[in-house]
């Protein structure tokens, strides 16, 4: 609970992932993907329920297996390629009940700490915004980015007349990087998003930002737990 208000977390976790197969309980750093969110979300001060959203039953018993709540199963609708992200967030909402925040982590999103979940959900008290995600600084600059014309003619994305070359002479921008996200479930139901005019940003650092999406991602995540743990030990 925070000012008041009662938390829920909602960890979506499908069994079709095709990038990388069974990628939610893959081993990473000698536990199930999955287990390093349940984790961090166990240690957030905030969260009054966690909820593993999955279609598998496979992934539901790995999910109870390192301390995660299945209390519900997704059902197979909403379990598709092209089924939009908020909407096992909205069927999570409506299986438990009131709450009045609700925080979406996905499992993607290893090296999210308990930390940032509980100063997004401050910076979300605070500021009075609609919602609050997290973002991480891009590693290019808004200026080096381009459109390709159907000849191969460059477009710059900005309408600038101008392009900055320089990494110093360019503005920083950010990207989304799928780790947290935080709103009231009034709202998430009301819009059926986590985006609004108001949405404000908690930008994470990089060692922290990783989201896996494909083979490579998993590789360089094999890496960075490996130098996590020595540098532990």
């Known amino acids: 609970m925070i000012d008041g208000r009662t938390v829920l977390a909602v960890v979506p976790a499908r069994g079709g992932s095709k990038g990388v197969p069974d990628k939610n309980i893959r081993m990473l750093g000698g536990k199930p993907l999955l287990a390093w969110t349940l984790e961090a979300a166990g240690q957030s001060r905030y969260?009054?329920?966690?909820?593993?959203?999955?279609?598998?039953?496979?992934?539901?018993?790995?999910?109870?297996?390192?301390?995660?709540n299945v209390p519900f199963m997704r059902p197979s609708e909403l379990a598709k390629d092209d089924?939009?992200?908020i909407e096992p967030v909205i069927h999570a909402i409506q299986e438990m009940g009131e709450y009045d925040l609700v925080v979406l982590l996905q499992p993607t999103?290893?090296?999210r700490s308990a930390e940032d979940i509980d100063r997004c959900l401050e910076a979300y008290v605070s500021s009075g915004a609609?919602?609050?995600?997290?973002?991480?600084?891009?590693d290019k600059p808004l200026s080096w980015m381009f459109t390709l014309g159907e000849r191969g003619a460059i477009q710059s994305v900005l309408a600038e007349t101008e392009i900055a070359l320089s990494r110093q002479e360019a503005s920083k921008v950010f990207v989304l990087n799928g780790a947290v996200y935080v709103s009231?479930?009034?709202t998430v139901m009301e819009t059926r998003s986590f985006f609004h005019t108001d949405t404000h940003g908690y930008v994470m650092p990089k060692d922290r930002s990783l989201d896996i999406d494909t083979p490579l991602d998993?590789?360089?995540?094999?890496f960075l737990s490996r130098q996590m743990k020595q540098q532990t030990s």
């Open 109 to 111: 999103s290893p090296f």
């Open 184 to 186: 009231s479930c009034a």
């Open 130 to 138: 609609t919602s609050v995600v997290s973002l991480v600084e891009a």
């Open 218 to 222: 998993f590789l360089w995540a094999e």
């Open 47 to 68: 969260i009054d329920a966690c909820v593993v959203s999955t279609d598998s039953p496979r992934i539901a018993e790995v999910a109870r297996q390192w301390g995660g």
């Open 83 to 85: 089924t939009p992200g």
